[in-house]
């Protein structure tokens, strides 16, 4: 895919106050790593996550999607009557119906003449969104679309830590399949696409390349489980290390093909963004790729996987941190389970950045004890 009309205006951002270390969460599992004599540490140590994000109970993705959204457009200054595209693309959402991007059409005060609808896919979901704005403007539909999408980790990760120690059956190895989702984090990402002549920044889209490996679609699974007449939460399950490999693969694939159709070799590419999993992966891909690690912006210590937001929140912040300069070949590495891979390529020119007064993140004290699940928010 190739685009000449494209700028990808403005990045935007929202964060939990809420914030919950690797350690407190062993400290949550402590009947199960006592009962399995589980090193401490081994959470942080495995996936190089220290520490990760909870929005409140009970708060709703389109709350803070909403609030992105809006921060992504005064950043970008584009007039909200310009919005023809509104997509939310998070894994998270309100309700099976209707879209959750209706809540946030309606509270935005977009105009009628506005398509809105949610994409589901994984991590990958609002990359795909921004794909799906991005024809629209190519082909003249539209003048500006919005992507956003919020993933609330909360519910995942208190449902897992809850069936696994409360399962004395489950060994060792029983394990590994969930731990993947302990490292799941929450936050809120927006995105800004426009057409070039509504553009302040001239940060052009060019073009990019997708890679479907489907044979992998069983490597991640997660849905909502009853049993024991519980009330139904979420739970996911996770072949980590076999998904991790397999990604790469594709993404080394997709990778070759990347760069053949934007016109790039891979070492003029300056920077990158890309998806946050876990410590090993980053190695790894950026191995596998041939491009050195350091011109990534990471966020995975502190943020953990944000699942569909990973990326353009890493991208949002590191937008603000000035991680781009002008003329960068910048690149955005998508990976999600599936296997699908999607990368983009933006001839960066200038940053629009917000800089509002932020309260500082509270932390969970060491003594807080251990809380039943706040609901069923779907897993990030």
Sequence with gaps: MRYQNVCLEAFAYTLPEEVVSSEQIEAWLEPLYSRLRLPEGRLELMSGIRERRFWAPGTLPSEKSLETAEKAIRIAGVDKQDIGALVHGSVCRDFLEPATACGVHHGLGLPGDCMVYDVSNACLGILNGIVQVANMIE??????????????????VETTIERLNRDHSLTRRDVKPAMASLTI?????????VDRELS????????????????????????????????????????????????????QANFYEFLQTVGWDAPQIDKTFCHQVGRAHHKLLFEAIGLESQIDYSTLEWLGNTGSVALP???????????????????????????????????????????????????????????????PIAPS
């Design 313 to 375: 929140i890493s991208a949002a912040i590191g937008v603000e941190n000035g991680h781009l300069a002008r003329d960068d070949r910048l690149a955005l590495l998508g990976i999600g389970s599936g296997i699908n891979v999607l990368m983009l390529a933006v001839d960066w020119q200038m940053s629009l950045v917000d800089r509002p007064v932020q309260k500082r993140p509270c932390r969970l004290a060491e003594t807080a004890s251990w809380r039943a699940p706040a609901g």
């Design 139 to 156: 082909l003249g539909q539209v003048r500006a679309g919005v992507v956003v999408g919020t993933e609330s980790s909360r519910s995942l």
């Design 200 to 251: 302040r920044t001239g940060n052009r889209l060019l073009g990019g390349a997708v890679q479907a490996s489907s044979d992998g679609c069983h490597l991640c699974q997660g849905a909502y489980v009853d049993s024991d007449g519980d009330e139904p939460g979420p739970l996911m399950s996770t072949d980590s290390e076999t998904l991790m490999h397999e990604g790469i693969r594709a993404a």
């Design 185 to 193: 984090g929450s936050g809120s990402a927006a995105v800004v696409l």
